[in-house]
C-alpha cells in the first residue's frame, strides 16, 4: 500500500515538475503593429506568420500580436522595439521621416510596380549592406513593399488640370514631394485615420494601393481610381536584438527560418495577391477605373523627375550610397519585371 502511495506521489511530482519545466520553456513574443483588424496584413500575414513560429517551436514561441496602435502608435513602433517596450514591430520608415534615407531611396517614383519584385530589390539592398546604418540597434527579420500606389479620387481626375489643388493623403515625403510637383495639395493623415478624414470632407483623395480600398475600407469613399501605379511603400519586420539574443539557439533557427529574403518575397506576394482581389472587388462595387492618356502619363513622369533628384541628393547627403542604390533598383526592377 505505502509502496503504491509513493510510486503515486513520485508520478505526480514528476509530471507536475514537467509542467513547470514546460510553462518556463515558452516564450512569449509581443508583436506591435499599426494597421486594423481587417487588413491582410493583419487578419493573414502576421498572424500566419506567427502561427508557423508556434507550430515549428513546438508551440515554445508564443506571438501575441497587438493592431492598430493598441501598444505602439504607427512613428512608435521602431523605438518601441529598440527600448524593449514591444518584442518585434511591424510598422513603415515613412512614419518617421529623415531616419531611412535608403529606405526612402526604394520609394522615389517610378521604380517598382509589382511588391514580390520591390521587396526582392530591398532585401538584396539590405543584405548588400546599404541600410545597416538605419537599422542599428534592432534584429531586421526581413523588409517588404506594397504593391505600387495610385491616386484614388471623390471626383474624376484624368489629366494634371483636373488634380490641381485637390487634397490628397500622402503617406511618405517622397510621395508628399510627387503630389505637390504634380499639382496636389498633399495633406499628412496616418493611414488609419484616412476613411474618417475622408468621410468628414479633409480629403478630396488618397494615395494608396488598391489593397487599402478594400483592407481599410477607402472603396466606400472615393469613387474614382486612376490606375497609374506610381510608388511603392517601404516596410520592416523588426526584433528587439537583447530578446533574440535571450532566446536558446534553436528558438533563434526557428525565427530566423522564417525571416529573410524567402519571407519578403512571400509576403511582397501576398500584397500583389491582395491589389488584385481588391481592383476586382472596387469594379464590382462600381468603382471607375481612370486611364491616363500617353500624353498624361508622359507629363506625370516629367514632373516626377525632379523628385526623383532631389530624392537621390537628400539620401547622398545623409551620408548614404543614393544614387548608387536608386540605380540598382532600377536596374533590378527592370530585370525582375522582364523575367
Do not use: C
Amino acid at each position: 500500500m505505502l509502496k503504491h502511495l509513493l510510486s503515486g506521489l513520485l508520478a505526480s511530482t514528476l509530471a507536475l515538475s514537467s509542467l513547470v519545466v514546460s510553462a518556463q520553456d515558452v516564450h512569449e513574443l509581443r508583436l506591435a503593429h499599426y494597421l486594423p483588424p481587417m487588413h491582410n496584413m493583419a487578419a493573414n500575414v502576421l498572424p500566419g506568420w506567427a502561427e508557423r513560429l508556434s507550430k515549428e517551436s513546438d508551440g515554445r514561441l508564443k506571438v501575441t500580436i497587438y493592431p492598430a496602435g493598441q501598444l505602439l502608435g504607427v512613428s512608435e513602433i521602431f523605438d518601441g522595439v529598440r527600448a524593449g517596450v514591444a518584442d518585434i514591430g511591424w510598422s513603415m520608415p515613412g512614419a518617421t521621416p529623415g531616419r531611412f534615407p535608403v529606405m526612402s531611396v526604394m520609394e522615389l517614383p517610378f521604380i517598382f510596380q509589382r511588391a514580390e519584385h520591390a521587396s526582392q530589390v530591398v532585401m538584396e539592398a539590405y543584405e548588400k549592406g546599404y541600410m545597416d546604418k538605419e537599422f542599428q540597434g534592432v534584429k531586421v527579420l526581413y523588409l517588404h513593399t506594397h504593391h505600387a500606389g495610385i491616386i484614388n479620387t471623390k471626383e474624376k481626375v484624368t489629366d494634371l488640370e483636373g488634380l490641381a489643388g485637390k487634397r490628397i493623403r500622402f503617406p511618405s515625403p517622397p510621395v508628399r514631394s510627387l503630389l505637390q510637383a504634380l499639382g496636389a495639395d498633399p495633406v499628412g493623415v496616418p493611414a488609419p485615420q484616412a476613411y474618417e478624414s475622408l468621410d468628414r470632407g479633409v480629403l478630396d483623395g488618397v494615395a494608396f494601393p488598391f489593397d487599402a480600398m478594400q483592407g481599410l475600407r477607402l472603396g466606400e469613399l472615393v469613387n474614382y481610381h486612376i490606375d497609374f501605379p506610381m510608388y511603392v511603400l517601404t516596410f520592416y519586420l523588426v526584433m528587439n536584438e537583447a530578446k533574440f539574443n535571450s532566446l536558446p539557439p534553436d528558438l533563434q533557427k526557428v525565427i530566423l527560418d522564417n525571416s529573410g529574403m524567402k519571407e519578403a518575397i512571400a509576403v511582397g506576394r501576398s500584397w500583389d495577391e491582395s491589389e488584385d482581389n481588391a481592383k476586382a472587388f472596387v469594379q464590382k462595387q462600381g468603382n471607375t477605373i481612370v486611364t491616363l492618356s500617353e500624353e498624361q502619363q508622359k507629363l506625370w513622369r516629367e514632373k516626377a523627375q525632379p523628385v526623383i533628384d532631389a530624392g537621390i541628393q537628400q539620401a547622398e547627403k545623409a551620408g548614404t550610397k543614393g544614387r548608387e542604390v536608386y540605380e540598382m533598383a532600377v536596374s533590378r526592377a527592370a530585370e525582375l519585371a522582364s523575367n
